[in-house]
């Protein structure tokens, strides 16, 4: 295992940390032999939050009693002062912890927003709070739009952002990671495998791994999937292995979708996963879990060709901050899957 220093917390951490979002809704023991075994092989960073249904709790049941090995790292998604002092208290309480290292303000994607929270009667003042009463040492934020992470950094108030970085996310290299560097802010990067649409999987982590975050912050819920994602990052990349990396993330990131979620479609079409799984699938084909999603949402991308308010003005793109060809897209991941099936 490596371990790196987060950026200005000074805190030394290993590079790959145990994301525990999807360990709700399983048995709790293997929640238990997961979340050990990666203690037990070097894994020091631990991440969750409060909205992630009950898996607070289950670190607190799990492993509260290692809880010097680890470097913990929460997050609240309430943007008042007073509601996110409780959700704090609530989180020690759920983890059996009297501190978190790190309380990060979560999934902040609109300015209005950051406004709200760093406000005087707003979410940040609790943590500042909490952090003079030593129930956190750190403060951090996490968001899907890298440069606006980049412009709310630039207040000064957080010590690490948390940010996707995969192959078919790699836009924080260019609108974010520069100023992290220049600023010495801890730089974690999420969701390697975008939520099981990126493959092949080794390449997706090794992505991940070539990149100047510090902790690349994989979701994992059995002790195989530990055991694959400590395999993966067992060789150290070279020159050559990056720039390979670098090239395909550029081809795989074509299609411009941030995840920031300001779409929305009346069908109910997931456009950012229609977006990333459908350039995955022409570079690699049909596989996984992309095949699946692609495949069972077909009938709604027809829909989409034929309905009728999108024709001169797509609903969608309205709102899209990047201004993609969402609609295009869309259509074409239709078409594609429509000739395979011929094919
Ligand atoms: S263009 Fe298609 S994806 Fe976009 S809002 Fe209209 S129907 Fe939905
Ligand atoms: S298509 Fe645009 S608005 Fe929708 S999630 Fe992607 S970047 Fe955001």
């Known amino acids: 295992m490596q371990y790196t220093m987060l950026g200005r917390t000074g805190e030394k951490v290993s590079r790959l940390g145990f994301g525990a979002m999807n360990l709700p809704g399983q048995d709790l023991e293997i929640s238990r032999r997961a979340l050990n075994y990666a203690l037990d092989h070097g894994i020091t960073y631990i991440d969750t939050a409060a909205a992630y249904r009950n898996s607070e709790e289950i670190i607190g049941e799990t492993i509260s009693h290692r809880r ?182 550029e081809v795989l990131s074509a299609h411009g979708c941030r995840r920031c979620n300001y779409c929305s479609c009346p069908l109910e079409i997931r456009i950012p996963d229609t977006m990333i799984s459908s350039i995955v699938h022409r570079k690699y084909g049909l596989a996984d879990k992309g095949t699946r999603f692609l495949e069972k949402h077909q009938d709604l991308y027809q829909q989409c060709a034929e309905y009728e308010p999108c024709r001169e003005q797509p609903l969608c793109q309205q709102d899209c901050p990047y201004h993609l060809p969402i609609r295009e897209t869309v259509i074409a991941a239709g078409n594609e899957l429509a000739a395979n099936k011929h094919n």
Request: proline fraction near 3%; charge should be negative.
């Open 68 to 249: 010097q090995e680890f470097f913990l790292a929460t997050k609240t998604q309430k943007r008042h002062y007073k509601e996110a002092r409780e959700e704090i208290e609530r989180s020690l309480k759920r983890m059996k912890t009297d501190h978190v290292d790190l309380l990060q303000m979560h999934y902040v994607n609109y300015p209005s927003e950051f406004k709200e929270l760093s406000d005087v009667e707003g979410a940040l003042e609790a943590a500042i709070r909490a952090k003079e009463e030593g129930k956190v040492r750190y403060i951090g934020i996490t968001g899907h739009r890298p440069e606006l992470l980049a412009k709310w950094l630039g207040t000064g108030h957080f010590d690490t952002v948390l940010f996707h970085m995969s192959l078919v996310q790699r836009f924080a290299i260019d609108d974010l990671v520069p100023f992290c560097l220049e600023n010495n802010i801890g730089m974690i990067g999420m969701k390697p495998l975008s939520g099981g649409f990126v493959q092949p999987v080794e390449k997706a982590l090794r992505f991940s791994y070539s990149t100047d975050v510090h902790v690349v912050l994989s979701g994992m819920k059995t002790e195989e999937e530990v055991k694959a994602n400590l395999a993966a990052l067992e060789m150290k990349i070279d020159p050559e292995e990056k720039n390979e990396l670098a090239g395909l993330a």
